[in-house]
């Protein structure tokens, strides 16, 4: 008779069976994308729309979004106003005249998000999170790209500051904000697991024996 107890060792070096890939058994991934997006386009929309009103009231009726006067929100050290920009290009207007090239880029980040997400284990809740993230952020901006005549993204949250010194923030909206968490988290994640693996091959290198 074979002892149990001498094939513990044999079945302990057997490594675990790798974790099936696919897009299932990841709700943190799915559930809150949606949400997102819906709250970057109904935000737009809503805030777009009051503006309209308002510029109206002012005699700005005919005047296009992005030549309609700020709505203030509050002002001080902070200062918050409410606009109706478009934007062609990136943050800061950045690539303005390349539109049609950013598009497809963002149109491939998705596509990649997906391919990421296939291979992403169904424990690992937080990366399934921000990758949601990133993804709401890209379709809630491609969705300007592709309906609005000017390609052009909305953007109306902005802010400025005059402490400690006079700086001003880009105009963004909802989407913007879930790729700038979703891309901060991720490279946090990054740099965790580069500093636990550095960790681990230096706990590994002193381990080892010196032959």
């Not at 302990?12 to 949400?35: L, S």
């Not at 990133?134 to 400025?160: E, K, M, P």
């Amino acid at each position: 008779m074979v002892d149990p107890a001498a094939l513990a060792p044999a079945a302990a070096a057997q490594p675990a069976p790798a974790e099936p890939k696919g897009f299932g058994g990841k709700p943190w991934f799915w559930w809150p994308w949606p949400v997102l997006v819906v709250a970057d386009l109904w935000s737009k929309h809503a805030v777009f729309a009051f503006l309209g009103r308002v510029a109206a009231e002012q005699g700005y009726a005919s005047a296009p979004e992005h030549h309609r006067p700020p709505y203030l929100v509050f002002d001080g050290a902070l200062r918050f106003e409410l606009v109706t920009w478009g934007n062609t290009g990136t943050i800061w207007g950045i690539f303005k005249d390349g539109t049609g090239p950013l598009m497809v880029l963002r149109c491939a980040a998705v596509l990649g998000l997906l391919w990421f997400l296939r291979g992403t284990p169904r424990t690992w809740r937080l990366q399934q999170f921000v990758l949601g993230l990133i993804l709401a952020g890209a379709i809630g901006n491609l969705y300007d790209n592709f309906t609005r005549a000017d390609r052009s993204v909305r953007d109306f949250l902005y802010f400025t500051g005059s402490w400690p010194m006079q700086w001003t923030f880009p105009a963004f909206n909802v989407a913007d904000a879930c790729i700038t968490v979703g891309a901060s988290l991720m490279l946090g994640m990054l740099w965790r697991s580069d500093v636990q693996a550095k960790a681990a091959t230096r706990r590994t290198g002193k381990d080892e024996p010196v032959s």
